[in-house]
């Protein structure tokens, strides 16, 4: 596609509800990354792929939290018995390329705002 | 631990006015500095920079890394609203992108 897309834009969740949020990267970009951005933060780092290797998971802030991209395309980050404070814009970021000496910038999607309830 | 600072954490001009931006960096095999512009939520690219003393220019902007120091900024020319929005810089090493906590800008008219 022509830029990174994330679905849904909104998510009202209840607590302890679980929620999907998806990730549709630049077609044939081999990198992808998952941020979380609080109000008034900077994004924080939560995972990278490589192609369908998840490289790094040390962001992620709990085992509550499961990210995928099985086929080195599309990825799911999942938040599973949600928690007022995973209140937050999840966004997600791509790159044409992965390692190496070069790194690229990386496009970001809209993100998707949780709102836990 | 890997991290970026960046001064101020918010500032407000008048349109004219020109303005810099500061991003210092502590990164693990670090690989280049970046910049970008968060108006409602995706951030929106400006500039990469991997080599000390060399300009980047995008029309008003532009931004300069210096390795040595560990830093970076980033100019702002004769501002206009729409500049208004949040900087982020972000560090990047071995494949993750340490962002600092932004800086945000509001331009007066």
């Known amino acids: 596609g022509a830029g990174v897309s994330q679905s849904p834009r909104y998510k009202v969740a209840k607590r302890g509800q679980d929620v999907a949020l998806r990730c549709d990267p630049i077609?044939?970009?081999?990198?992808l990354f998952w941020y979380q951005q609080a109000l008034g933060q900077g994004p924080e780092f939560l995972t990278y792929?490589?192609?369908?290797?998840?490289?790094?998971k040390s962001g992620l802030p709990s085992d509550r939290f499961f990210a995928e991209r099985p086929e080195g395309s599309v990825s799911t980050l999942k938040i599973q018995r949600t928690q007022q404070e995973d209140s937050a814009v999840y966004l997600c970021?791509?790159?044409?390329?992965?390692?190496?000496?070069?790194?690229?910038?990386?496009?970001f999607g809209q993100g998707t705002r949780l709102t836990v309830v | 631990e890997d991290k970026v600072v960046q001064s101020p954490l918010s500032l407000v001009v008048h349109e004219g006015d020109t303005v810099t931006l500061n991003c210092s960096y502590e990164?693990?095999?670090?690989?280049?500095l970046l910049w970008y512009k968060q108006e409602k939520k995706a951030p929106t690219f400006l500039f990469m920079l991997t080599s000390s003393g060399i300009e980047k220019k995008s029309g008003r902007l532009s931004s300069i890394l210096d390795k040595k120091e560990l830093s970076s900024i980033l100019n702002i020319t004769a501002t206009q609203t729409g500049d208004s929005a949040i900087y982020l810089c972000a560090g990047v090493g071995t494949y993750k992108y340490i962002f600092g906590t932004g800086t945000r800008l509001k331009v007066l008219a």
């Open positions: 077609s044939g970009h081999v990198s």
């Open positions: 792929f490589q192609n369908e290797a998840q490289l790094d």
């Open positions: 970021a791509s790159s044409l390329l992965g390692g190496g000496a070069f790194f690229p910038e990386a496009f």
């Open positions: 990164v693990t095999n670090f690989r280049s």
